[in-house]
């Protein structure tokens, strides 16, 4: 007999792939509580991006260390999976760090190594636009660069799991012929459900499955559809994944930032084209899935039939998966 929607929840580890938090040390990192009051026991959150130089990256990357350090009582900064598992166990929301972008390494590979023992345990190699390593999604699609062919095995070596996010096509298909470990789209959708340059293909969506990886359905309205994130609309491209794949190649990345009162007008302006016209970037009041409404997910998944193994699966168990196989424990 299935359990209810809540034991299933309250059972679940309950994954976040990416949050769209803005990477400032400006940021107050006690947003965070909307993934912790919500059940959430895992999120990835964003330190850098190419719009920003490598020492803004760091800059960041300390400030946000140093919180989480001072925070103890709530919060676990975690670089394993015994990390992982002991938070939940003391109650407190596990917390790594991902990079969107290779700008970050301002072209050093070594660059690697120090952000993994800053705690970043996950990284895309372009956002939207190309850089040395990597063709973005909205820019001429150059492919992997052989300085990106060395960061794929660099990444595989050190532990941090290797995500195509933001990627262009082409890109995203050298990158996961080039992994030897599973690799993700933390938080992308099917351009099947919704078209947009930020969506991914049926071919990508296999090829990343094949690596034993898993897509994170964006929570963002304007890659699910009609600027809609309700639950009904994650629903289509979570059906849609595990139809095309299976239900253990599908999570969450939700992509969602809590209000803040950082004024990021003159960061964005400064570089429009990282987010280009006719790609809905301007559509007014952009509505966002938020950790408040999984346990209303996890109910309307039990109504369109999912099993509660393959519920557990994409609420964290299949990012957990990757992550149990790609974190390592090393000499940097």
Not at 149 to 157: K, L, T
Not at 194 to 221: E, P, S
Not at 233 to 256: M, N, P, Q, R, W
Request: with cysteine.
């Amino acid at each position: 007999m299935s359990l209810s929607a809540t034991d299933i929840y309250n059972e679940a580890l309950v994954w976040d792939a990416h949050a769209g938090v803005f990477p400032s040390p400006q940021v107050d990192l006690n947003l965070l509580k909307d993934w912790h009051e919500n059940g959430v026991n895992y999120v990835s959150i964003n330190v850098g991006f190419d719009v920003m130089d490598w020492q803004q990256t760091l800059a960041t990357l300390a400030a946000y260390r140093h919180w989480m350090l001072k925070q103890q009582d709530k919060f676990k900064l975690v670089g394993s999976i015994s990390d992982i598992e002991d938070a939940r166990q003391q109650g407190k929301l596990a917390v790594s760090f991902d990079i969107e972008g290779m700008n970050a390494l301002n072209g050093d590979i070594h660059m690697l190594g120090v952000y993994h023992v800053l705690g970043v345990r996950q990284m895309l190699f372009a956002y939207n636009l190309n850089n040395h390593a990597a063709g973005g999604c909205h820019d001429d699609d150059i492919g992997l660069s052989q300085f990106g062919q060395e960061i794929v095995h660099e990444m595989n070596r050190l532990g941090i799991i290797v995500d195509c996010s933001h990627a262009a096509y082409r890109t995203t298909i050298d990158i996961m012929a080039e992994s030897s470990k599973p690799v993700v789209f933390s938080h992308s959708n099917p351009t099947a459900i919704c078209v947009h340059q930020r969506n991914i293909r049926d071919d990508q969506i296999k090829a990343c499955a094949k690596t034993g990886g898993v897509i994170g359905v964006n929570g963002m309205g304007i890659f699910l559809g009609d600027n809609n994130s309700d639950n009904e609309t994650l629903i289509k491209h979570i059906v849609y994944l595990s139809d095309l794949v299976g239900a253990e190649h599908v999570g969450l990345g939700f992509d969602y930032s809590p209000p803040t009162d950082l004024d990021l007008s003159a960061i964005l302006s400064s570089r429009p084209d990282f987010w280009p016209a006719g790609q809905a970037y301007d559509t007014p009041h952009i509505t966002h899935a938020s950790p408040a409404q999984l346990l209303g997910l996890t109910d309307s998944l039990q109504q369109q039939g999912f099993r509660d193994d393959e519920i557990r699966g994409i609420l964290g168990e299949n990012f957990h998966r990757v992550a149990s196989q790609t974190w390592t424990q090393i000499n940097n």
